[in-house]
């Protein structure tokens, strides 16, 4: 059938992995039993081949209407006809938040009808190892079992199931009042609600994942004009988080493109250290210290993992792996024919110096506003901001990681500032042992950022030495305090930023065509940019543009407030989906504009 928008799908999840259950009633991403692991739904990135699991009317006419239940991560997909409206009811328990204990992993999906009567047919169609794998299918007495090579899945139901070249089809009649239940699991997973039947153990999950999502978002301090799109994205944060470990993925999916065809498609379910300050900013702006405090010690793992040098990776997987070996999956044709499908992320390995701000700033941060840093933690830091006193003048390839050749970017000057800035500074607080060059490094690269990175002809700050060309990550100078909001050299860049690259309201992070990155095709507005130059208009005290911009950027949210990382000239989501960076960057900006306009 033919791909759904990427916007026409919502969220669920169980703090391990999430499932994307479109509009019409079709999961199509399911990577289990966790983020990183192969797919076993994967027709979003292959409708042929790559598996789905959908409940539908078999009526064509219906109506679609999608909703979460208030303040939960519980989906409901409502089908309006003449005949009658029924629902379905998607969502995965969160049975251990800690990620400590053992781990049930279910997905229950309930069908019922709440006027008239509606026909409904079922299709599971698991494809393993994201389509490569072939499997097996066997009936059991409460449904059906998939057993592929290296998973098996078990598949309960109330409702009578055929199989069909190793597919699980039914087709039931319901009226009002009526329901049926669907679960899908690891096969062999112990019976936790033994005796008690398919239908209750159901209602007993749902009740309880009610409770534990409303409970969690109870925590958050924000009473601000934006409450309900705030706490939609700190749920979506909340769902992008692997509990085990606490790291914080960028997006659950890989290689939806950032334009349709063209091969700017890649994997982003891992975790990056640049995400650490915008995270922490975010959460503990709004309450979630529980989050923080998580994030803080994965953060504090990786600096307890320094290459000898005393460097870090710019990412790792969502249990601190190093290796994240990049791979295309040929076999697959990408969502609307957009090839490559890439798993895994050569970035890994590229050298991005604005990764060391990030992980300063979040440091300290936690260290003003948390917890002191501890003694292990601060030896770590020494060492790191030793390595980056002697490479800092080195190019990279920046904070967009381009694949055309490393440059001195302005953005990651910057970050080196902010490193060695949020040291002196935790340094200073605790009384801790610093190193004095320090100081002497972060002079020095203020002065050669201020002269380097600043075009007299342009009035801008640029996006690397010798350029003349613009890159909205300086947008970031006055969030990290390198310069006022207000000093005339910001004032200018964001006017040179408003005639260059909005559109609509929207920001391009910078433009291919003039500024080749090595990659090839066209993109969409980014996202995050948006909501950075939002805050940068708050700081110049623009705020009636700062609100008509935000309020402008909510409208390009999907139907239940969720965002990808770019926006298309259309207003369509492009690439990964639901992506963090974007609900860190609302989280932000509302509660920066909030406070200037006096509340929040």
Not at 397 to 407: L, T
Not at 572 to 598: C, K, M, V, Y
Request: charged share 25%.
């Amino acid at each position: 059938m033919p791909y759904l928008p990427v916007e026409d799908y919502g969220i669920i999840g169980d703090l391990h992995t999430v499932a994307l259950c479109g509009i019409n009633g079709s999961i199509d991403w399911l990577c289990f039993p966790s983020f990183d692991a192969p797919s076993v739904f994967g027709a979003l990135l292959d409708d042929a081949r790559g598996g789905r699991f959908q409940i539908a009317p078999t009526d064509q006419s219906c109506t679609f209407k999608q909703l979460y239940l208030p303040d939960t991560n519980i989906l409901v997909t409502r089908f309006l006809s003449e005949d009658g409206v029924g629902e379905i009811t998607d969502f995965m328990p969160v049975d251990d938040e800690t990620g400590a204990g053992p781990f049930r992993h279910r997905l229950m999906r309930s069908i019922k009808v709440i006027r008239g009567a509606m026909r409904f047919r079922v299709v599971c169609r698991p494809r393993f190892d994201y389509g490569r794998a072939t499997h097996e299918s066997f009936r059991v007495p409460d449904g059906v079992e998939f057993h592929g090579p290296s998973l098996r899945l078990r598949l309960r139901s109330s409702a009578p199931l055929r199989l069909e070249g190793g597919d699980a089809l039914a087709e039931v009649v319901l009226t009002q009042g009526e329901h049926h239940h669907f679960v899908l699991e690891a096969a062999g997973a112990p019976e936790a609600h033994a005796g008690r039947g398919l239908a209750a153990e159901v209602q007993e999950e749902f009740l309880r994942t009610v409770q534990f999502w409303r409970g969690w978002l109870s925590q958050s301090s924000y009473r601000g004009r934006w409450r309900e799109m705030v706490h939609r994205s700190a749920l979506v944060l909340k769902l992008l988080t692997y509990a085990p470990s606490g790291a914080l993925l960028a997006a659950p999916t890989t290689s939806i493109p950032e334009a349709i065809g063209g091969r700017r498609n890649w994997d982003y379910r891992y975790t990056w250290l640049r995400d650490a300050s915008l995270t922490l900013h975010a959460l503990m702006r709004i309450g979630f210290a529980r989050e923080s405090k998580r994030f803080i010690e994965w953060l504090g793992a990786r600096c307890s993992e320094l290459a000898p040098d005393g460097s870090l990776q710019i990412m790792y997987g969502i249990r601190g792996e190093h290796h994240l070996a990049e791979q295309e999956l040929p076999h697959l044709e990408g969502y609307r024919g957009s090839a490559p499908v890439r798993i895994g992320n050569e970035a890994a390995h590229q050298l991005q110096l604005d990764i060391y701000g990030a992980l300063m700033d979040a440091l300290h941060l936690y260290d003003r506003d948390g917890e002191p840093i501890s003694h292990e933690m601060w030896s770590n830091v020494r060492r790191m901001l030793g390595w980056l006193t002697r490479h800092w003048r080195l190019p990279d390839e920046g904070i967009w990681e381009v694949r055309g050749g490393q440059r001195h970017f302005v953005f990651s000057k910057m970050m080196c500032w902010v490193a060695f800035d949020r040291g002196i500074r935790i340094a200073q607080a605790r009384g801790l042992p610093a190193d004095a060059e320090w100081a002497v490094q972060r002079d020095a690269i203020y002065d050669e950022v201020m002269r380097e990175g600043w075009h007299p002809g342009r009035r801008a700050f640029v996006q690397a030495y010798g350029s003349e060309h613009l890159d909205a990550s300086v947008l970031l100078m006055p969030l990290v305090r390198f310069i006022g909001p207000t000093d005339p050299r910001m004032m200018a860049t964001l006017d040179r930023i408003l005639e260059e690259l909005v559109s609509d309201s929207l920001v391009y992070r910078y433009l291919p065509e003039l500024t080749p990155d090595g990659v090839g095709g066209a993109e969409g507005t980014f996202s995050m940019c948006t909501f950075w130059l939002v805050e940068g208009l708050t700081g110049a005290g623009r705020l009636e543009e700062a609100r008509v911009i935000f309020e402008k950027m909510l409208t390009y949210a999907n139907h239940l407030g969720l965002y990808g990382e770019q926006i298309g000239l259309s207003g369509e989501a492009l690439g990964n989906f639901p992506q963090a960076f974007t609900h860190l960057g609302l989280i932000s900006a509302a509660a920066r504009l909030d406070a200037a306009l006096g509340g929040g």
